[in-house]
């Protein structure tokens, strides 16, 4: 089995900084992508930024330059930094691994974390 936890999220004012953090355990052979996504009430969840194995990153619009996403290849971790924190960015945050399993190496699928709840808010 394939786990996807997340930590980091809380309140914070606008202008803040927060980091999100996920660990991909279990019988992983090899990631590929790993990234992060938000969703609000009644909207689709939606790709915040993305790094692949080799470190090349992709960011949505909205949060270039105030987002960085990085990721332990060794630990199987990643990270999202947020800084200047907008009440726009308020969201649950779901990590998201493209991998594959020990038992189907040659076939990967993607796996999500349950969420950490960011609230951005004076």
């Known amino acids: 089995q394939v786990q996807l936890v997340e930590s980091g999220g809380g309140l914070v004012q606008p202008g803040g900084s927060l980091r999100l953090s996920c660990a991909a355990s279990?019988?992983?052979?090899?990631?590929?992508?790993m990234g992060w996504y938000r969703q609000v009430p009644g909207k689709q969840r939606a790709l915040v930024a993305a790094?692949?194995?080799?470190?090349?990153?992709n960011y949505t619009d909205s949060v270039s330059g105030r987002f960085t996403i990085y990721r332990d290849n060794a630990k199987n971790t990643v990270n999202l930094q947020m800084n200047s924190l907008k009440p726009e960015d308020t969201a649950a945050y779901y990590c998201?691994?493209?991998?594959?399993?020990?038992?189907?190496?040659?076939?990967?699928?993607?796996?999500w974390g349950k969420g950490t709840l960011v609230t951005v808010s004076s």
């Open positions: 998201n691994a493209r991998l594959a399993t020990m038992r189907q190496k040659g076939q990967y699928w993607d796996y």
């Open positions: 790094i692949t194995s080799g470190g090349s990153t």
């Open positions: 279990g019988t992983i052979f090899r990631i590929d992508s």
